[in-house]
């Protein structure tokens, strides 16, 4: 029991990193007072840029290109939502379709059918010495790729930065009242503009993640809706770096029952658990309606930019 224990557990930490990274950045872009719908997009993009980028430099430059592709499909979302101030909804929207249309075709066009499978290196889990030892969540925290213990560290660096320094501090402020934060001087624009593509690249190494160091290859549409439900991640996390992770922890959760029980031979159909991380992002979204410190301009549009 317990050897299924904590191989559930590791499996709850394995799943949970490409939400916690998307969510991580989704709550830096919408503590600016942006809500960006194309998040699935960077997910997308990053993965294949990763596929791209380890073939011709190996695992880190896979996660490097992933990044700069997931950077760059946010940039565009930035263009309408931010200079341009469209409909955040609506841009959004536009650019998760024509990622996730882009990135097949160029896929096809990159591979043909054979596929990208077979020269794709991937990360292997690695050990922390004695940390890997505890009893339980040993193995489940400190036996895993290399990119997760990245996260462990990027959280509180986040977390620190946006409730420690003046940068996380004007951040907030236009968040919450951009009209006072632009008084005072900053520019809120550009402060806006680089919180989407920070959060553009977080997704782009959360697409990586998927590719390289959990599924070996890509596959059209293997985003399968992880920047929706990273952007459900950030509302149960209360707009909060830690908070974030620690929900992706929940959903990792649900998306690990599958293979649990298919491991202990249940004989409930496997479809039921493909479709628990989606129900409970229902089930968030509505629990937490009302009762929520969201930023209040998130999504507003109607403001003059410095």
């Known amino acids: 029991m317990i050897d299924a224990t904590s191989a559930f557990l590791e499996g709850v930490v394995r799943t949970a990193t490409p939400l916690a990274f998307a969510a991580l950045g989704e709550t830096v872009t919408e503590r600016s007072g942006i809500i960006n719908i194309g998040l699935e997009g960077s997910i997308i993009a990053g993965a294949l840029g990763a596929v791209v980028g380890a073939g011709y430099g190996g695992v880190w430059a896979g996660f490097a290109f992933g990044a700069v592709c997931g950077c760059a499909v946010a940039a565009i979302f930035a263009l309408f939502a931010v200079t341009l101030r469209a409909d955040q909804i609506i841009s959004g929207t536009a650019v998760t379709l024509l990622a996730l249309g882009g990135t097949g075709t160029l896929y096809r066009i990159l591979y043909g059918s054979a596929g990208a499978a077979l020269n794709t290196p ?12 505890i009893p339980v969540v040993g193995r ?3 036996v895993q790729p290399s990119i997760t213990y990245v996260l462990y560290v990027l959280v509180p660096v986040v977390m620190w930065w946006t409730y420690r320094t003046h940068a996380g501090l004007g951040l907030r402020a236009i968040g919450e009242n951009p009209a006072a934060a632009i008084a005072a001087g900053i520019r809120a624009k550009k402060v806006q503009f680089l919180a989407v593509l920070f959060g553009g690249l977080l997704g782009g190494i959360s697409g990586g993640t998927l ?20 952007i459900a991640i950030v509302v149960l996390g209360r707009w909060n770096p830690l908070g974030a992770a620690l929900a992706a922890l929940v959903f990792g959760a649900a998306s690990a029952l599958q293979f649990f029980f298919q491991a202990t031979g249940s004989n409930l159909p496997y479809q039921l658990f493909l479709a628990f991380p989606y129900v409970l992002t229902l089930v968030a979204l509505a629990a937490t309606h009302g009762r929520t410190n969201s930023p209040a301009a998130l999504g507003r549009q109607d403001f003059e930019q410095s």
């Open 140 to 142: 489940a925290l400190f």
């Open 211 to 230: 590719v390289l160091a959990q599924a070996g290859t890509f596959v059209e549409g293997m985003s399968a809706g992880r920047g929706f439900i990273a």
């Open 122 to 133: 991937t990360l292997d889990p690695a050990s922390i010495p004695l940390l890997s030892r």
